[in-house]
């Protein structure tokens, strides 16, 4: 198997597992002080940058090769509070399920388990396929944690709104062959975690929705989440969608092509399974770079604005008009559920 192609984008974005590596010795981010020296380095990545180019062994032809003391020791599973790993060595596939109970919320903590938990399968040479699924009942991820963009200062607003470009850059430059096992509803940054896949299997259950739903809450989807939908669906589609904050059943993602692929609920794991194999069958490298060739310049729009973007979501989201619709629709929710 050709070795793992590094992008200029993964290049770029300090990697979570590696720098937490470097820093902490350790492969796993067991304590609380753990995550928060990582959060702690994802923060200063020049710095880091510098640290991990003094690991790297070699850059040749756009190829990173990566110092093997950084490299995880295999494993069959890998198991954190919220992410449940299980890598088949000999199929060369991992399956990680989403365990946050109650609707898998990306949280900051969440984020930071997952992106560990891609950058170590991404760093492992036998790793070539991720299927990325929910162990909660009736839903896959239902996007971003509210409770982490209201009433929060704008430093950790900032930390958080990292960590979520970051699952998006992990996972839409990924070197594997991804694909989601959609077991459940997926709105919001549920969808766009799917969407980063390259292909969606979706349990065919008309309860179920998908969709970009932002503006609902009275919030904008940012530039690559709008670029990540167009990619997709196409310009108009995606226009409709984001503006009216669409959620789409099943049968209609399919006929959009939001999703690839229905199936029925018991059967969404072993279909993403089949599919793997498909996928797999194309030789590594050529799969690999017609993927960045597609891919790279919405990821390099992210990687060169990064900073920007993230200045402009915690100018927003902390605005009263933004926390004024945020507490209003966590009074809803409190309401539902009494």
Not at 2 to 26: D, F, R
Not at 36 to 56: D, F, I, P, W, Y
Not at 235 to 250: C, I, S
């Amino acid at each position: 198997m050709v070795p793992p192609i590094l992008s200029l984008a993964e290049v770029a974005v300090v990697s979570l597992y590696t720098v937490y590596g470097l820093l902490q010795g350790l492969l796993h981010p067991e304590s609380e002080q753990d995550k928060m020296a990582l959060r702690a380095a994802l923060r200063n990545t020049c710095g880091l940058s510098g640290l991990l180019s003094q690991r790297s062994s070699c850059s040749t032809h756009g190829r990173v090769c990566v110092s093997p003391v950084l490299v995880a020791p295999q494993r069959n599973n890998s198991t954190s509070p919220k992410i449940d790993v299980e890598f088949d060595q000999s199929t060369g596939v991992a399956v990680m399920r989403m365990q946050s109970p109650p609707v898998n919320s990306l949280s900051l903590d969440f984020l930071t388990e997952f992106c560990i938990g891609v950058e170590k399968l991404e760093m492992d040479k036998g790793c070539r396929g991720l299927i990325i699924t929910s162990n909660q009942p009736k839903v896959f991820s239902a996007g971003l944690d509210i409770m982490e963009m209201y009433g929060k200062s704008p430093e950790r607003c900032g930390e958080f709104w990292r960590a979520v470009q970051e699952m998006w850059l992990k996972l839409y430059s990924s070197n594997m062959v991804t694909i989601a096992a959609i077991n459940g509803s997926s709105p919001a940054g549920g969808c766009l975690m799917s969407m980063t896949c390259d292909y969606r299997i979706m349990a065919d259950n008309p309860r179920y929705s998908i969709g970009l739903n932002e503006t609902q809450l009275g919030i904008v989807a940012p530039f690559w989440f709008k670029d990540t939908m167009v990619n997709t669906v196409g310009h108009r589609t995606t226009e409709m969608a984001l503006e009216l904050g669409l959620l789409y059943n099943p049968s209609e993602a399919l006929k959009i092509g939001l999703v690839d692929q229905l199936v029925p609920e018991d059967q969404v794991l072993t279909t993403a399974a089949q599919a793997m194999t498909k996928w797999l069958a194309i030789p590594d490298h050529a799969r690999q770079i017609t993927k960045s060739m597609m891919r790279k310049p919405t990821v390099d729009k992210l990687t060169s604005n990064r900073e920007a973007d993230i200045q402009n979501f915690v100018s927003f989201i902390t605005k009263d008009s933004i926390q004024k619709s945020l507490r209003m629709y966590l009074e809803m929710l409190k309401k539902r559920r009494a």
